[in-house]
Each structure stands twice: as structure tokens, then as C-alpha cells.
């Protein structure tokens, strides 16, 4: 077989940004490049503090 050329990985992205509800969210999250191309595009909600500082709270 031929030589394979070892193409880089790319790390995973992301962006963090401050909604209001998740409508608000889709809003930006559709004008990333990846989501126009035919990619996805994940949205998740974040808690204020991390899950390290919610286990703190107990």
C-alpha cells in the first residue's frame, strides 16, 4: 500500500455565551460556520459555578 499522510486533529471548540432561554441560544448557535455547512452544532446549559462548586454546596 501507498504512504498515508497523517493529517493533524483538530481539538473540539466551543463558545460560551449567556442566554436567556434556549430560543435565544439557537440564535447564534445558527450562524456558526459549521452548523450553515451541514455540520452540528451542540447546545447545552451551564450552571453557574461548575459541577465542582454545586458538590462544594453540600
Known sequence: MGAKSAKP???PR???LDA????EAIE???R???ARLGG?????P???GGAA???RRR
Open 28 to 30: 447564534p448557535a445558527a
Open 53 to 55: 462548586a454545586a458538590g
Open 9 to 11: 486533529r483538530r481539538p
Open 20 to 23: 436567556a432561554d434556549l430560543d
Open 46 to 48: 451551564v450552571v453557574a
Open 32 to 34: 456558526i460556520p459549521a
Open 40 to 44: 452540528a452544532v451542540e447546545i447545552r
Open 14 to 16: 466551543f463558545r460560551l
